[in-house]
């Protein structure tokens, strides 16, 4: 009993080490952006949570246009990574060493306009 006590106690420490910082900066951890969803015609809010990530496991591939960035998949999407990105920084098309990844979640509801 004692065991799962301190487990208890570990994880609340360990929360609340990481929710006092993003509270103390509005709530969230980074500045807040946006992002636009090609196939669901949406805006949604996002936040840097980590960056950079190394370059392991799946992630999204994001671009840049004239209104800013955008990507084919959202929340709700089989093709959403839940916000693991990577910008294709060497231009070459492929993820490899030379490119940007990240994490971003994209926060719903999404908006029609930014």
């Known amino acids: 009993m004692a065991k799962k006590s301190l487990v208890v106690l570990m994880v609340l420490i360990l929360s609340l080490a990481f929710a006092?910082?993003?509270?103390a900066k509005g709530g969230?951890?980074?500045d807040v952006g946006t992002i636009y969803v090609?196939?669901?015609?949406l805006y949604y809010e996002?936040?840097?949570a980590a960056d950079p990530?190394?370059?392991q496991g799946n992630f999204q591939k994001l671009e840049m246009?004239?209104?800013g960035a955008y990507t084919e998949f959202g929340p709700g999407a089989p093709g959403y990574l839940?916000?693991?990105?990577w910008v294709d920084s060497n231009g070459n098309g492929y993820q490899d060493?030379?490119?940007?990844f990240f994490l971003c979640p994209l926060l719903g509801p999404g908006s029609p306009t930014p």
């Open 20 to 23: 006092v910082p993003a509270f």
């Open 28 to 30: 969230r951890a980074g």
């Open 38 to 41: 090609t196939s669901q015609g």
């Open 46 to 48: 996002t936040f840097a």
């Open 53 to 55: 990530l190394p370059m």
């Open 65 to 67: 246009g004239p209104n």
């Open 82 to 85: 839940g916000g693991r990105w």
């Open 97 to 100: 060493e030379g490119d940007h």
